[in-house]
């Protein structure tokens, strides 16, 4: 295998990317890397994910190096550790992306097919990677180029501004009540926000909260993506959801749903919204504002506390919300 990789790569194993054959392996080294990938237990299969990511460096191209990482990807898949080369694959992402930015070859359009599905399989599974990764000039700059040449999918975008334990205050000024969340795996934009703090929300407070309407189990669960079925998509093609509550801040009567938590105002560094009955009504479509973009990537946004009435009773004057 390592002295396969450290080989050029050939017309022959780009066109067969190319043609959707998949990967073109000789005899010898498939036989290697099924048994590599051969491992039963979440031990046997990161092992192997180390053996192939140790091959990265000795690749001869970028092509090759893609290679070892959609095999690492596969093992992740089957239960490997997605750290043990999360790291490697995305140096290798960022490698791809600078050369489809200027040179956009073959080789580099069929790296790009295998190191980003390679790349998204471990960053759905690492919450902890997208923190360290989050909003990387060296990614973010070069995507937004590479979306408008069509040689960059844009749900690569999303899980680079995904919003992970990222703390969220929610202020209840009629009921004198405040209460501090955690968002994991959040869209960058409000929607998604709001259709799964309403729901935690409630799970706290009880049914009825503020007048709100219980809310729709399917949209939670698209929402959340948790565990959705074939039907589910299906069914997700039509599925619509709405605010129960009216969000908003202080001096803002209501926050629209396609801005952004970076809109929000803070309080020491936190974001600030609050909830009070609606008095208007919007909807939007969950597909279409926060489209399921990998099966792996769980959302959710969880009470961490609520604070105590003398607590909440001191923000809310800080906030100027009598």
Request: with cysteine; hydrophobic share 45%.
């Amino acid at each position: 295998m390592s002295a396969f990789v450290a080989e050029p790569t050939t017309a022959l194993e780009i066109e067969s990317i190319g043609n959707g054959t998949g990967l073109w392996l000789p005899p010898e080294v498939r036989d290697e890397v099924e048994r590599v990938q051969s491992g039963t237990s979440a031990a046997e299969l990161t092992a192997g994910v180390v053996e192939l990511r140790n091959l990265i460096g000795g690749s001869a191209d970028l092509f090759h190096a893609a290679m070892l990482a959609l095999m690492c990807g596969t093992m992740v898949e089957h239960g490997a550790e997605p750290g043990a080369a999360i790291d490697a694959t995305l140096d290798l992402l960022v490698a791809t992306l600078n050369t489809l930015a200027e040179d956009p070859d073959e080789m580099a359009r069929a790296a790009s097919r295998l190191s980003i599905p390679a790349a998204m399989t471990m960053l759905a599974r690492s919450k902890e990677t997208r923190k360290r990764w989050r909003a990387r000039p060296e990614i973010m700059d070069r995507l937004e180029a590479l979306e408008d040449a069509d040689l960059a999918p844009f749900w690569l975008r999303e899980v680079f501004t995904l919003h992970d334990d990222a703390p969220l205050l929610v202020l209840d000024p009629n009921n004198r009540r405040a209460f501090e969340f955690r968002l994991i795996g959040v869209r960058d934009r409000l929607y998604h926000c709001y259709a799964l703090l309403q729901d935690a929300l409630l799970r706290h407070t009880g049914p009825g909260y503020l007048g709100a309407e219980p809310v729709d189990p399917l949209a939670v669960r698209y929402a959340r993506n948790d565990h959705l079925t074939p039907a589910d998509y299906r069914a997700a093609t039509t599925l619509g959801d709405h605010q129960r509550f009216a969000f908003a801040y202080p001096g803002i009567a209501f926050m629209p749903g396609s801005g952004t938590p970076a809109e929000l105002p803070t309080v020491d560094g936190v974001p600030l919204l609050t909830v009070s009955p609606k008095t208007i009504h919007f909807n939007w479509r969950p597909a279409n504002m926060y489209g399921v973009i990998h099966e792996a990537l769980g959302s959710s946004i969880d009470l961490i506390r609520e604070l105590s009435p003398a607590d909440a009773e001191a923000l809310l004057s800080r906030c100027a919300l009598p």
